[in-house]
């Protein structure tokens, strides 16, 4: 304890900065731990669309996902599911809905619409489209 006192005095942004950062992670793994939206990994996001029809909604824009995005994929602008205009999505209220964006950071709060929109069971894939095409899975283009 005695040499953070004087770190601290020496330090004080640094040391501010450092306890902002410890404060977010905590908030940011209770609040995950406590949320109805889930984390799947690249395995299990394919059990679930193989072998129970899961909902691949891409929440990149337009152009990222014609570059390239998991077969069947739906694109659903995180502005839209905010707004609540779900076109086609609202008929897949009852099935499994994984979210995709870009690197698995930006999905949490759509999530959390759908899920307050009455999606039953929704699920982040874990590393977003970034972790997918790092494994070599298989994307498709156009559309």
């Known amino acids: 304890?005695?040499?953070?006192?004087?770190?601290?005095s020496k330090h004080p942004i640094l040391s501010v900065a450092w306890i902002a950062l410890l404060v977010a992670v905590i908030v940011l793994t209770v609040k995950s731990k406590?949320?109805?939206?889930?984390?799947?990994?690249?395995?299990?996001?394919?059990?679930?669309?193989?072998?129970?029809?899961?909902?691949?909604?891409?929440?990149?824009?337009?152009?990222?996902?014609?570059r390239g995005h998991i077969a069947n994929a739906i694109n659903v602008q995180p502005n839209d599911i905010k707004n609540g205009s779900l076109g086609e999505l609202e008929?897949?209220?009852?099935?499994?809905?994984i979210l995709?964006?870009?690197?698995?950071?930006?999905?949490?709060?759509a999530?959390?619409?759908?899920?307050?929109?009455?999606?039953?069971?929704?699920?982040?894939?874990?590393d977003g489209l970034a972790g997918w095409s790092g494994d070599n899975l298989p994307l498709v283009r156009g559309k």
């Open 1 to 8: 304890m005695q040499e953070i006192m004087p770190f601290i």
């Open 34 to 66: 406590f949320s109805k939206v889930k984390e799947v990994a690249r395995g299990e996001a394919i059990q679930l669309i193989n072998k129970e029809d899961a909902v691949v909604v891409d929440l990149r824009n337009r152009d990222d996902f014609r």
């Open 91 to 97: 008929k897949h209220k009852a099935q499994a809905i």
């Open 100 to 109: 995709v964006c870009a690197n698995g950071m930006a999905s949490r709060e």
């Open 111 to 126: 999530g959390e619409n759908l899920y307050r929109a009455g999606f039953e069971r929704v699920l982040t894939l874990k």
